[in-house]
C-alpha cells in the first residue's frame, strides 16, 4: 500500500528490496545464451518479444551497476576498527565461506562429472582446475570473487580510515582505485587484487553517504523526481560515450570514468529502491526476503553455477529447438527456485543447530536477522 509523505530512515533491512533484486539480476545474468535474440540487431528492431526486450533493458540497466551497489551498501556498514579485529571479522564472515564454497564447488564438480562422463581421470582433472583457479582469486571462476574483493576493501579502507582524513582519505582512495584500474589493462590478477582496490572506492562511498545522511534527507517531490531522471538520463549518456562495466572481467570500458561514472549511477539506483519501499505486496516481500539472505544465496549460486549449472545449461541450449524467451525462463526459473529453496533451507538447518550451542545462540541469530 502506498503511504503519504513518505520518509527514508535508517532501518533493519532497507536494502533488503534492492539486495534481493540484485541476486535475481545475477542469477539470471548467469543464464546461458540469454540475449542470443540480440545477435543481428535487425532482431531487435524488428522481430522480437518485447517481454524479452524488457528483461534485457531491465538486466543492463541494473545489472551493470549492482556490483558497485553491492559494494556501496557493504560500506554503508562499514564500523573503523583496529587491524587486527578487522582481519578477524573478515576471515570470518567472508573468507571462511568463500572456502567452503571452494571445496564444495570442486567436490560436487567432482562427483557430477563421474555421474555425467563415467571418467574418473577427467572428471578430477576438470574439477582441481575449478579448485586452482578459484583458490588463486581469479575472478572469472565464481560469482563469488565478490567476497574476495570485498575483504581486500575492507581491509584497506579500513586501514586508511585510521590514518587518514578529509581530502587526503579521498585522494588516496582515488588512486588506489586507479591502480586496481591499471592492474586490470593486463593479463587476469590473482586474489581480485584489481577489484579489491576499486572496491575501496565504493566503500568510501558507502561509508560516508550513512556520514552524510545522503539517503535518509527528507527530499521535496521535486528533487526526487529530478534524481530519478537524473540516474536515467546519465547512465544513457555514459552508455551512449561506450560504458560498460563488468567487475567480474575487469572490464572498465572508458577507465576511471567507467568507475567513478557507475558511482553516480549507482547512488541513483539505491535511491530509486529506497523510495520504492513505500510498496508492499507478495512479490515484493519474497524478493526483500532473498535480498536479507542474500549472502546465502549468492555462496549458493556460485557453487550451482560453477559444479554443474554451467553444464546443464551449455546442453540444454544446444539441443533446445523452441522459443528463446521460453527457454530462458526454465533455465532461469528452475535455478532460481533451486538455489532459494536451498538457501532457506540452509537457513533453518543453521538456526537448529545454533540453537544447541548456548554460546553463539543469541549473537548469530541477531546478526543473521540483521543481515
Request: with cysteine; net charge positive.
Amino acid at each position: 500500500m502506498k503511504k503519504n509523505n513518505y520518509e527514508i530512515r535508517n532501518t533493519l533491512g532497507m536494502f533488503d528490496f534492492l539486495k534481493g533484486s540484485i541476486m535475481l539480476i545475477v542469477m539470471l545474468s548467469h543464464t546461458s545464451g540469454l540475449f542470443d535474440f540480440m545477435q543481428g540487431q535487425e532482431t531487435l528492431i524488428g522481430n522480437y518479444n518485447p517481454l524479452v526486450l524488457v528483461l534485457y533493458i531491465f538486466t543492463y540497466i541494473l545489472g551493470v551497476a549492482s556490483m558497485p551497489i553491492m559494494f556501496i551498501l557493504s560500506g554503508y556498514g562499514f564500523r573503523k576498527t583496529t587491524l587486527k579485529k578487522c582481519l578477524k571479522k573478515q576471515c570470518k564472515t567472508l573468507l571462511i565461506p568463500y572456502i567452503v564454497s571452494m571445496f564444495l564447488v570442486a567436490i560436487v564438480k567432482f562427483f557430477f562429472l563421474c555421474f555425467v562422463t563415467r571418467n574418473i581421470h577427467s572428471s578430477l582433472e576438470e574439477a582441481s582446475r575449478s579448485f586452482i583457479n578459484i583458490l588463486l582469486g581469479y575472478s572469472a571462476a565464481s560469482p563469488n570473487w565478490f567476497l574476495l574483493a570485498l575483504i581486500i576493501g575492507n581491509l584497506i579502507f579500513n586501514q586508511l580510515l585510521n590514518l587518514l582524513e578529509g581530502k587526503k582519505l579521498l585522494l588516496v582512495v582515488l588512486m588506489i582505485a586507479c591502480a586496481g584500474w591499471y592492474l586490470s589493462l593486463g593479463r587476469p590478477v590473482p586474489f581480485c587484487l584489481s577489484q579489491g582496490f576499486i572496491a575501496t572506492l565504493y566503500i568510501y562511498v558507502g561509508y560516508f553517504s550513512k556520514k552524510k545522511k545522503f539517503f535518509v534527507t527528507n527530499n521535496t517531490l521535486r528533487k526526487k523526481v529530478l534524481i530519478i531522471l537524473g540516474t536515467f538520463l546519465f547512465s544513457m549518456v555514459l552508455k551512449g560515450f561506450g560504458d560498460d562495466l563488468n567487475m567480474a572481467h575487469c572490464v572498465y570500458t572508458l577507465g576511471p570514468i567507467s568507475i567513478i561514472g557507475n558511482i553516480i549511477i549507482s547512488m541513483g539506483y539505491i535511491y530509486i529502491f529506497l523510495l520504492l519501499n513505500r510498496f508492499n505486496s507478495f512479490l515484493i516481500t519474497q524478493i526483500r526476503r532473498i535480498g536479507r539472505y542474500s549472502f546465502y544465496v549468492l555462496c549458493i549460486h556460485s557453487i550451482e553455477l560453477k559444479s554443474f549449472g554451467e553444464i546443464i545449461q551449455d546442453r540444454f541450449v544446444q539441443n533446445w529447438t523452441g522459443s528463446l524467451l521460453l527457454r530462458n525462463l526454465i533455465q532461469f526459473g528452475v535455478r532460481a527456485v533451486a538455489v532459494i529453496l536451498a538457501t532457506y533451507t540452509f537457513v533453518k538447518f543453521k538456526r537448529k543447530i545454533m540453537v544447541r550451542i548456548p554460546k553463539f545462540n543469541k549473537p548469530i541469530l541477531q546478526k543473521e536477522h540483521k543481515a
